[in-house]
């Protein structure tokens, strides 16, 4: 099978964004699959995916150059409010060699941010440009050296490449094999505009419908994949139950569970490059699991960087993270505050940057307890990393995001997490009781209702009495080291997806 990505964004060309480097890593690990083996002695075949490639614009600010691109005889002709456009190919290679062919066009050129400079609204253009794209990506695929069997669209920016696909298939022999793979990032952002932006498209009138592209009298770009794609992945299985009911749908509820069947849940891939205890450069002692006492070693180091006493046996908990209301920092106070005043001692470390109101909250917090609680504003990635390797436990007390690759790369460094049970979180994280987990593909950890009053409260008091039971905790520690959640096991689940869509066998 040939699989091309379809995205918006990718690095290293492109500043470090959650799509960026998700397509990155994601592609390197499709390409460089096998099979695992299914039992004992046997031999994994070869890659059935037999090409994998990137599509995505030329921006203003890639030097073809300095990224040695090449450009292709081949040009592509696009229409584009009632004129063929030309839009010229360049080909080059991301740093694990994966082949990215570059559309280039002035609508792509004069972009100096991809959606518009931080904080301000979006380009005019957005909707065009984001059209355009997604309707060489189908005029791409007519022309490919290679028949594409998947296009593999990532988030609302290529939401209109099934779209296109639907309206342009019919009779083509190139076009009526290509399936479509629509992966969603979350639903906060849709690419939604006004309604009539959507002239600027090209599309048939029957397209500018509720049963189509408009929600609420709006375009809206993730509703078209969502509609339109073959297939929808979502970064978590969890995540896709839960977006089927609102609010966690984010007004798509109803849209995504017409096409529930359709949904499958890819446990994204965490890249665990720099993040391994046995190598990471940041952190005073290297240590794995059969050298456990590194980390106590680690531990004292960070209490000292904090200005707290050494105590290598009271519990250190962490957070790391924004410190917004949003990210409920709050909650997370108000649950430490009975711990800090309780008989048993426990000591807490928070490292993050934001709104005044809640470091303001926190200084307090440190003033009432000047031992206990230790803060560091601002972002500082060596900090960052003495932190995960030194704290017992890391807490996060609401989900930011469906998949939240910081915190689960914390258990690699045998740091628990006390989490929510929604999002990634549910998938990667099982409760650990006094028999221990029982599920080795998952790291054990203390897992709370974010709705239900208490509940961060109460699953911080399991894990506290977890620890001071070493018995119970070292175990623990070790099936966080064990869990693995690179992205191996996302490519395994994705090929499976792939076998699915073409009505083909693993």
Known sequence: MHILFA???IAPFCPDSEVATTCHHWSSALQAYRPPRRYEGDVPGPNPVKGVSIITPLYGFIDKAEWGLARRLQTLTVPLEGRDQEVVIWEGRTSDRV???FLEHRLFERTKYIFGPPGKPRYKETSKKFGFFSRAVVEFCRHAPLQVDVVHCHDWPTGLVPVYLDAEREGDARLEPVLTCMSLYGLSDQGVFEASEFEGLGLDASYNTPEA????GQLNFTQGGVLFGDVIATPSPTWTDEILSEPSGEGLSEVLDYRGEDLFGVLRGVSYEGYDPRTDPYIPVKYDLAHLN???????????????PLRPLVPVVGYVGPLTKGAGVQRLVDALGLYLEGESPVQVIMLGEGEASVQGALLKLQEAFPKQVGLHFGADEALQHHVLAGVDMLVVPCRQA???AGAIRAMRYGTVLVA???GSYGDVVEEWSAEGAKDVLRGGGFLFDGAAPGGLGGA?????SAYRNPRRWRPLMESCMQADFGWSQAADATVALYFELLGEEG
């Open 294 to 308: 590194g980390k106590r070693r680690n531990k004292s180091e960070v209490q000292h960087i904090f200005g707290l």
């Open 99 to 101: 082949r990215v062919f």
């Open 213 to 216: 592209l408009l929600r609420g």
């Open 420 to 422: 929510p049970n929604s």
């Open 7 to 9: 995205t918006a964004e």
């Open 402 to 404: 469906p998949f939240e």
């Open 460 to 464: 911080l008091g399991r894990a506290l």
